[in-house]
T-cell receptor, first 112, second 112 residues
Framework: DSGVTQTPKHLITATGQRVTLRCSPR?????VYWYQQSLDQGLQFLIQ???????AKGNILERFSAQQFPDLHSELNLSSLELGDSALYFC???????????FGAGTRLSVL | LAKTTQPISMDSYEGQEVNITCSHN???????ITWYQQFPSQGPRFIIQGYKTKVTNEVASLFIPADRKSSTLSLPRVSLSDTAVYYCLVQDSGAGSYQLTFGKGTKLSVIP
């Protein structure tokens, strides 16, 4: 158990809808990262937050947004969903300068 | 932006030593090199991290030459349970942007 909790584990929705994925980082970790992994693809970095502030941005679509709350949990919002958004979405958290990331079990999103 | 390059796949017999090399030509001075292991439908798991020379822990060794443009993950005496995808990560701060670039990963298959 990495200590990072992601909910829900599975999400099935329709095109055009909006969903919210939730991540609770390890206790004491200030950084949260979001990744997308499509079938048989590598990890695509989406965005990083540090103590409530956006720290780094990757290939995140404009339809996607994220935030980190004062209690350090984070949410990834995906809107106007398309079939191609079906993927595993991972959250990771880290602390310290070396930024070793600990990953959650992921949320599997299926857009039908 | 720094980019990592790894072999797409490798096969090995049980009990052999496996070496996976990652190329990262544009690594920045302050970047660390981190390796992760991922099993299907699970979040990646931290294996080892280094900055230069050699690092060893209970599961692997990491060799980094003086120019730091590559790194080699060494897994001693692999078993079937080491069958997984291995990712090399360099925290990329080049070109004024902060990116987290995972390679496409190396799919290691351990054969009995």
């Amino acid at each position: 158990d990495s200590g990072v909790t992601q909910t829900p584990k599975h999400l099935i929705t329709a095109t055009g809808q909006r969903v919210t994925l939730r991540c609770s980082p390890r206790s004491g970790d200030l950084s949260v990262y979001w990744y997308q992994q499509s079938l048989d693809q590598g990890l695509q970095f989406l965005i990083q937050y540090y103590n409530g502030e956006e720290r780094a941005k990757g290939n995140i679509l404009e339809r996607f947004s994220a935030q980190q709350f004062p209690d350090l949990h984070s949410e990834l919002n995906l809107s106007s969903l398309e079939l191609g958004d079906s993927a595993l979405y991972f959250c990771a958290s880290s602390r310290g300068a070396k930024n070793i990331q600990y990953f959650g079990a992921g949320t599997r999103l299926s857009v039908l | 932006l720094a980019k990592t390059t790894q072999p797409i796949s490798m096969d090995s017999y049980e009990g052999q030593e496996v070496n996976i090399t990652c190329s990262h030509n544009n690594i920045a001075t302050n970047d660390y090199i981190t390796w992760y292991q991922q099993f299907p439908s699970q979040g990646p798991r931290f294996i080892i991290q280094g900055y230069k020379t050699k690092v060893t822990n209970e599961v692997a060794s990491l060799f980094i030459p003086a120019d730091r443009k590559s790194s080699t993950l060494s897994l001693p005496r692999v078993s079937l349970s080491d069958t997984a995808v291995y990712y090399c990560l360099v925290q990329d701060s080049g070109a004024g942007s902060y990116q987290l670039t995972f390679g496409k990963g190396t799919k290691l298959s351990v054969i009995p």
